[in-house]
């Protein structure tokens, strides 16, 4: 059955505060337009087929456009701002504070802007950390540094009392929360407790996750200037590898459930061999397994290169049974098992090979932006900003169809999204590498193990939409 949506947006009440931003209300004079309520983006954009084609303008396909509105919620001058970072490191972190901070203070007039350190932490009297005051002054040259001019952490989203305890003290009327989807199922949980006291805050979240796993949204933020990095990581490697007898490169990547950003660096390298990726199962032993598959690699080309995501291959090691801070599984480390299975494969058969390991995550993670990328902060922080001073709360901002929108964060935390083996990308992919469609040796193990799996991600869906 056919999945439905819901991407209506909730408005903390009727807009009557004309903006302080002078656009234009019609076409033809030059300069750019406000966005009208009534503005949409169609979700569901392609046909499949023509002659039983609808055209389906309901809220379960229509997505509301982001972007300045001729009329706000908010009254800038009384308006106290707030923004905090969680998670783990992504790059874009500090051109989005930046971006946000900025718009605020230059476009709408705001003038206090609180940052508050160390993520959810930050909100907590316990933990020590006092907000920084935030201006174009202290962050105007942020973004040329990795991480987090705020400081992140894990954990601390479930403490929702005391977080709106704190917006409450601070008279913050709108929280800007940049993370990956726990931490927007927290700020959901944080924007619910503070309906329920009867404040007017809008909570507005800029969706944070190097491993692209947001469902609907083209991109996340940081996605791009990790795989540009990751691909010099394989080029590295690549160099190591084929200047060796039977030399192999092994490269870890980051993608705990989905493979994107080991996919995308095997297109954009050119050089890889094979990409183990979460979604996509393979064995290690038999005539169809990825060990027979490089052993005739090497007989072939005397070297090849390895890329693995982190969540790939779990199934072959013991679990680890642990969770962090995060609520995320903590997984065993593939790079290292494979490393020890390749050099013990190939030990047994007595063929020397010279065999490199490089994990280049954290390097990735902490990076400076590319320009593209830098670009996409800047506009996902200015659109954060229209959403909120107009008065929408429990939302994200991000990029659907290259055209920004404003989405519920009940939709985009309902479940990850994750590489299609049977879609376009992974069969590029595949062109890319050489390497066989699948490398199990019985395909109907892989069904069923693939069947549980699936069952296993819409119980956990389930559980995310009943909370």
Not at 100 to 120: M, N, P, S, T
Not at 412 to 424: F, H, I, L, S, Y
Request: aromatic share 8%; proline share 3%; charged share 25%.
């Amino acid at each position: 059955m056919e999945e439905k949506f819901d991407f209506t947006i909730e408005q903390l009440g009727e807009c009557k505060v004309p903006s302080p931003i002078e656009l234009s209300k019609q076409h033809g004079e030059f300069r750019a337009n406000y966005v009208k309520d009534t503005s949409f983006v169609r979700y569901k954009v392609n046909v499949y087929d023509a002659e039983n084609c609808e055209n389906e303008c309901t809220k379960g396909n229509l997505m509301q456009k982001a972007g300045p509105r001729e009329y706000i919620y908010f009254n800038p001058a009384h308006v106290t701002a707030g923004i905090c970072t969680c998670g783990g490191l992504c790059p874009g972190l500090n051109d989005v504070i930046r971006a946000v901070v900025r718009c605020l203070w230059y476009r709408y007039g705001v003038k206090r802007i609180k940052g508050f350190r160390f993520g959810y932490k930050g909100f907590f009297a316990d933990s020590g950390y006092d907000t920084v005051d935030l201006n174009p002054r202290v962050v105007d040259d942020i973004h040329k540094i990795g991480g987090s001019f705020l400081g992140t952490s894990r954990g601390g989203g479930n403490r929702v009392s005391d977080i709106v305890d704190s917006v409450e003290s601070l008279s913050i009327n709108m929280l800007f929360i940049v993370g990956g989807d726990g931490t927007q199922r927290g700020a959901l949980d944080v924007a619910r407790e503070i309906e329920k006291r009867g404040l007017k805050v809008a909570v507005v979240g800029i969706p944070k996750t190097v491993d692209n796993d947001f469902v609907f949204i083209d991109r996340s933020f940081g996605f791009e200037t990790a795989v540009e990095k990751a691909r010099e990581a394989v080029n590295a490697i690549h160099m190591e590898a084929v200047s060796q007898v039977n030399g192999i490169g092994v490269v870890k990547l980051m993608g705990r459930e989905s493979g994107f950003i080991a996919t995308a660096t095997a297109l954009a390298s050119h050089e890889t061999n094979f990409c183990l990726i979460p979604e996509v199962p393979f064995d290690m032993d038999g005539p169809n397994g990825f060990l027979s598959h490089l052993e005739q690699r090497l007989k072939d080309r005397h070297h090849a290169v390895v890329i693995v995501a982190e969540g790939a291959g779990q199934e072959h090691m013991q679990s680890t049974n642990e969770h962090d801070a995060s609520g995320n599984k903590k997984l065993s480390d593939i790079g290292v098992y494979l490393c020890n299975k390749i050099n013990e494969y190939f030990a047994n058969k007595n063929i020397h090979v010279n065999l490199k390991y490089v994990d280049p995550s954290y390097q990735v993670r902490s990076s400076v932006t590319t320009a593209n990328d830098s670009i996409y902060c800047e506009r996902l922080g200015n659109n954060a900003v229209h959403a909120a001073m107009a008065g929408k709360t429990k939302c994200v901002v991000g990029l659907v169809h290259d055209k920004f929108v404003i989405i519920p964060t009940t939709m985009v935390t309902r479940k990850r999204n994750m590489v299609d083996p049977e879609g376009a990308l992974w069969r590029d992919a595949l062109d890319a590498t050489g390497q066989p469609i699948l490398m199990v040796n019985n395909i109907a193990s892989v069904t069923e193990r693939m069947k549980k799996n699936a069952e296993e991600e819409e119980r956990k869906a389930a559980e995310k939409a009943m909370k």
